[in-house]
Structure formats: C-alpha cells, structure tokens
C-alpha cells in the first residue's frame, strides 16, 4: 500500500470529521437564532397593546353649577372643581337603569382615575367650554382596556373572569353605540410612571436613563481613555504599575452590586448626595464602565503599529504630540467601540442602581441631575412586579424600549468603527 | 510598543550567539577596529560607545566618525548591532526602557547624551527613515507638513506649501503625486512611500539623515529610485545608511564600516572594503561566507 492510498484511507475520516464541525457549528446558531425569534415574538406580541390606548367618549354637561365655577373664575379655583361629578353624572345618564349604591360605584370605574385631570386640563386650556355640553373621549379603566384588546376572555364563565357579567354589558353596549374607540397611545411617551397601568408611560425613566448615561459618559470616557493612554504610552514598567493593571482587571470582574453598596456608603451616607438621583447613578455607574473601557481602549492604543510611533518620534515629535496627533486617532474607532458597549451595559445596569433608590415609585418626570428618577430597567422590574393586568404589556413594552436603544448605541459603535477606521 | 522594538533588535544578537557561524568567528581574536574609522570634517564623533538591553551587550566599543556630507554604509550580519548603533545616532533607543547607552556621541563637538540635551530637537537636527514605509494614515500633503508644523518652521500656509513642494521635489515624488496632494500617503506605492517617507524627513532640514535598510522593503525599480536619491542627498544631508545589500553600500557609499557581533570591525573607503578588505571577517562577509 503506497502513500497515496493511507491519505485516501484518512482523507474520508477527516473530511467527515470537518462536514462534523460545521454541521455543530450551523446547529448551535441556529438554535440561537430561534430562541431569539421565540424572545423577540413572545416580547413584541405581548407589548403591541401597550401602544395603542382605549377610550370612552361620554357627553359631558360642563355646567357652571355642577362645577362650581364660571368663565371668569381663578385659574387655582378651575384647578380644583369637582370633575368627578360631571363624568360620573355622564355615566349615569348613559346607563339610567343601574340605581344600586353598589352598582353605580362599579359603574363609575369604567373610565380612568385619570379622566377628570383630562377634564380639567381641557377646561384650563379653554375655559370657554364651561356651559356647554362636549364629547370628550375619556382614558377607559385598564379593565375596560383589556376587555376591548382581548386581553380578558369575554366567553369566560363569570366566575373565573376579571370583569363581571354586569361590567361586560356596560362595556358591550358602549361598544355597539360606538363610544369606544382606539388610539395610538402617546402617553406611554409622555407620561411617568402611574398606579393606573391605562396611565403609566415611560418618559420618565427614559429621561432618567438619559441623565444617568450622560453623567456616566462624561465621567468615565475622559478618566478612562486618559488612564489607557498613561498606563499604554507613558507608565514606568514596574511592578507598582503591573499591580493597578491587575486591579483593573479585576474591578471589571466585581458584581455591579458592589459598586452599588460602595455608591451608597461613600456618596449618598458620606458626601450627603441626593438619593435616586441620576447624578449618584451615573457616578457608580461610571465606577462599573471605567474598567471596561480602560481595557477596551488599551487593547486599541496596543494594536496602534509601533511604527507609526517611531515616524513620529523620528521627526522630532515629543511624546505627547506622537500619541495625541497619531496614536489617539489610529485607536480612536476601538476606543469609541468599546466606550459604546460599556455605555449600553450601563443602559441596561440595574443591581447597583437598586441600591442607590433609584427603584423608588416616582411620578414625575425628572428635569435635572439631581431630582428623584428611576432608569429603564428597573421600571421593568417596577412593572413586572405590579400585580395590576395592565402592567403585563407595559413590561413587555419597556422592554422593547430599552432593547430598541441597545441596538441604536451598538449601531451607533459599528457606524463610529466603520468611519474612523483607517488602513495603512 | 518597547517590547516589540527590543525583540526586533535584541533578539538576533541573542540568536547569533548561538548560531552556526560564530562559534568560528569567536575564536577570533578582536582586535581594535582597523582601517580609518576617524576623518577630519566629523559632523557625528562615536567614542567609545558600548549598548545594552538590560544586561545583554548588544554593542562593543564602538568608535566612529561620520563625516561632513558623506554617505557612510553600515553592513554587517543580522543582529551584528548596525541598527542598534543607527538609533543610538538620534537616540531612538530611549523609548526602549531597557537600553542603556555608555560612551560619548559627539554630534558637532556636543554630547548628545548629555543631560541638557533636549531629545526631540536632536531628532529634528538628526532624521530617520525606517526599513518599512511608514507614511502617517493622512494626505500626502499632511505628512510632509507635519514635521514643519510641529516644529512651526514656516510662518504661514504659503510657506509650507513652498516648503512640502520642495521637500516632494528633493525626494522625487513631486511629479509623481501633484495632482493628488490631499490623497492619503497610504495608498501610494510601496517605493513612492518610501520617498515619502524621505520628503517628510528632509522637510524637517535635518543635518543629518539616518537611513535604516530603507530599500529592503521595496521591489529593484524602487530600490534604485531610492539609492538614485541618495546620491542627490548627499550634497545638503550627512547620511549614514544600515543595509543588507552590499552591492547596494557599494553604489551608494563614499565610506563602509562592517559591524560584527556588535563590534566594529573595519572601516575604510567602500572601494577598498569591498576589493581589499583588511580583515578577515569583513573578507568573509562580503565573499558571502556567513551574514
């Protein structure tokens, strides 16, 4: 048997060994493509409802005795009328036969707690609607909402169904009349966080999310791309210097919670920073990038051809100016990419923020640094945790959110590589 | 960045150590360089230099006098410490933390080891040109003007671009690339890079132009461009060139010094070196026996 037949002999075996190989390899992303589909459906399919928003359009008689104002009335007086009373008459005149205490109580819940601010802000808009009758579309209860989405299964029996049978005709003969109607929901953009899931939107903690990110930004790139470069270009080889490089190291590997206790010992308990507050979570949050991009932007400054260097310093460049005008720019795009990443894994960073109080029930939207805000994921964690039904699709549709601005940051870094790369 | 060049340099004389040729040679008994390793004009004076990485001797003894406006070769066998010697000459070995210089490098009759020396302007009098071609990732215009404006040698835009077209001119790639001036220098040919390189070290005027193998990288037509304009540089720059090639030292070279194991062996008139070498080894090198 010569040589040629012991290659044949093993080229079956290793080609089999090879079709082997490949066929694990399609097989393993394959299956991470489909439970990715699977995620991505189930999340989508179960937040698409949190975007569109149910009303109740009811006439309103905006009488001036009923409200206790007129025209002419302060705006703190218009602030403070008694709504309530005209929507729930509205109601009542709607469905003249429900008399019972009870019954009228339930009948009352149909539309939002929201409904009379939507009252009043239409009135202080134009007080001109005093005296009149309007038709004004109401937010529905999140019950009324989920009823009319398909949320809650009307062939049910009674007995195991959220809205009773009672409810069910009042909203099924608010249906027929065609007072129920559906809208894109704007206030999910626009509003904070609510007890009434019909209410609750997301600004806020996009706001929030925003603030943090900004003051994690603006603290850890310039502390760390200046630590990449001293610890790269300038640093004495000693052990002193292999010490901190080990405890870079080691600081991307502490868990984010560390961070959080260690923010609300030094920052909140020490130097009596406001709680909550974005600015405290973008310093801790800050804490947690700055490893990630030190070591980031010192694997990019390492991968800077030392040749570019000695062209420099062979012209009579100092140092400095060889690493500022060369050596910077060559790693800017591994810089930029790798500030991008840590950026998104402090977007999505809820431990540490935990611990700050960032995971407080706030309404308001913050305006500043320094006011009381919550971040995007905790306010899915919030909402997951909300027993209410509603907050089912809000959870999904934070989710959303937040993945929607992880994919435009990881965009954002392949667009930032692509453009300042250069070739030599 | 250090750990790279240091290998880069120190290794082959680690290697050589153990290589097949130099148990012979280390028989041999070193004696003082021969020749005429010492001229009038000197514009760099070498005494008595000795290099180390760490505590590897890569040169031994070293003295060597470069002349006025001459073209001095520096050959020798890989890791034999020629280049080593070269970036001592604008002392580039300082960014290799482990290299220790000892002996005096007169550059003008003033030590440039000494401890007011200021390394970055004895780089803008004393030039350097690499064994790769390594244009800045920016235009052609932009790498010749960088030397000049770091330094600020020109008062305004139409200086400087008096200047880089002059500097393009020098090198020979004025004709070449005028209508492209604002293209990267990277997408040039290997050998037009090269003469970049070479325009962006002389618009700097330097005094003297260290060349280190700047043809090794380059195909025959580009090697002879590049030795074509050597012999026109010689009339303003002082130029001492390291190379693998001696057909090469022999075209281009008024003087020849053949370094071995880190020693200078001999140093005489290129002519005479390679038909008439005085020693031995240096008879050797060029008969091709080892290197």
Known sequence: MNNTDLVKQSLQKRYLKERMFKAMG?????????????????????????????????????????????????????????????IR??????????????????????????????LRDAIMDNPQLIDTTQRIEF?????????????????????????????????????TKGQINSTFNWQFFSNGDSREPEMAGIKGAILGSF???????????????????????FAPKNRFI????????????????????????????????PRSAPVV?????????LPTIIIASRSAIKAVPPSLREAALGLGASKMQSVFHHVLPAALPGILTGTIIGMAQALGETAPLLMIGMVAFIVDIPQTLVEPSTVLPIQVFLWADSPERGFLEKTSAAILVLLFFLVAMNAIAIYLRKKFEKKW | MNEAVMNELAEPTMKNKSGPETEESLNIEYTETV????????????????????????????????????????????????????????????????????????????????????????????????????????SIYDNVAYGPRIHGLTKNKAELDELVEASLTKAGLFQEVKDRLHAPGTGLSGGQQQRLCIARTIAVQPEVILMDEPASALDPIATAKIEELINELKENFTIVIV?????????????????????????????????????????????????
């Open chain 1, 26 to 86: 399609f097989i393993s992303i394959a299956t991470a493509i489909l439970f990715l589909l699977i995620l991505l459906t189930d999340i989508i399919g179960k937040a698409l409802p949190a975007f569109t928003q149910t009303n109740i359009a009811l006439e309103v008689k905006l009488s001036a005795d009923d409200l206790g104002i007129n025209a002419n009335s302060s705006e703190s007086e218009i602030r403070n009328a008694d709504y309530r009373k005209v």
């Open chain 1, 89 to 118: 008459e509205a109601l009542s005149r709607l469905f003249p036969e429900v008399t019972s205490r009870k019954d009228k109580r339930e009948l009352y819940t149909l539309t939002s707690m929201g409904a009379e601010f939507q």
């Open chain 1, 139 to 175: 937010l529905a209860d999140d019950d009324v909402a989920a009823v009319v989405k398909g949320a809650i299964d009307r062939n049910l029996p009674e007995s195991d169904r959220r809205v009773k049978n009672q409810k069910l005709a009042w909203i099924e003969s608010l249906e």
């Open chain 1, 211 to 233: 603030f943090t990110l900004l003051v994690t930004l603006a603290l850890s790139f310039p502390i760390a791309v200046a630590a990449a470069i001293y610890l790269e270009e």
């Open chain 1, 242 to 273: 292999d010490f901190i490089e080990i405890n870079i190291n080691n600081l991307a590997a502490v868990p984010s919670i560390v961070f959080g206790l260690l923010g609300l010992a030094v920052f909140i308990n020490f130097f009596n920073m």
């Open chain 1, 281 to 289: 979570g973008g310093i801790v949050l800050s804490l947690m990038t």
């Open chain 2, 35 to 138: 020749g005429q390793p010492f001229c009038d004009d000197a514009k760099i004076k070498t005494k008595n230099v000795n290099v180390f990485y760490a505590d590897n001797q890569a040169i031994y003894d070293v003295s060597l006098d470069i002349g006025a406006h001459e073209v001095i070769a520096l050959i020798g066998p890989s890791g034999c410490g020629k280049s080593t010697y070269l970036r001592t000459l604008n002392r580039m070995n300082d960014t290799i933390d482990i290299c220790r210089v000892e002996g005096q490098i007169l550059l003008d009759g003033e030590n440039i080891y000494r401890k007011k020396q200021d390394p970055v302007l004895l780089r803008a009098r004393v030039g350097m040109v690499f064994q790769k071609p390594n244009p800045f990732p920016k």
């Open chain 2, 243 to 291: 190379t693998h090639s001696m057909q090469q030292a022999a075209r281009v070279s008024q003087r020849t010094a053949y370094f071995h194991m880190g020693r200078l062996i001999e140093v005489g008139d290129t002519d005479q070196i390679f038909t008439n070498p005085s020693h031995e080894l240096t008879e050797k090198y060029i008969t091709g026996r080892f290197g």
